[in-house]
């Protein structure tokens, strides 16, 4: 299976947040430094992750993003799903 991009830096910055191990907020630009990924595109994706209620985004200071559950309880189906919506849906070609 080839990933798209979206999904590729996706699974990176949710690896990143599920190596932290304290669950404190890491911010955007934190973020960004470690995955590579610009701070502009990281944020559309955090964005998708966040209303697919598996990152937790918080305001201020000292805000940033955490996994709103357990790395351990996050599969990567669910991850790309939150980016490149439902996966599993196919049209059939020749009628089935």
Do not use: F, W
Request: proline residues 3%; charged residues 20%; aromatic residues 6%.
């Amino acid at each position: 299976m080839k990933l798209s991009t979206k999904s590729r830096y996706g699974l990176k910055v949710m690896y990143y947040l599920g190596q932290n191990i304290k669950n404190e907020p890491m911010s955007l630009h934190t973020l960004s430094a470690l995955s590579g990924v610009t701070a502009p595109y990281l944020e559309k994706l955090l964005g998708l992750l966040k209303k697919s209620q598996l990152v937790l985004s918080t305001r201020g200071v000292s805000g940033g993003y955490t996994l709103l559950k357990p790395a351990k309880d996050i599969s990567l189906g669910e991850i790309i799903n939150a980016l490149e919506g439902n996966i599993l849906e196919v049209d059939c070609v020749n009628k089935c």
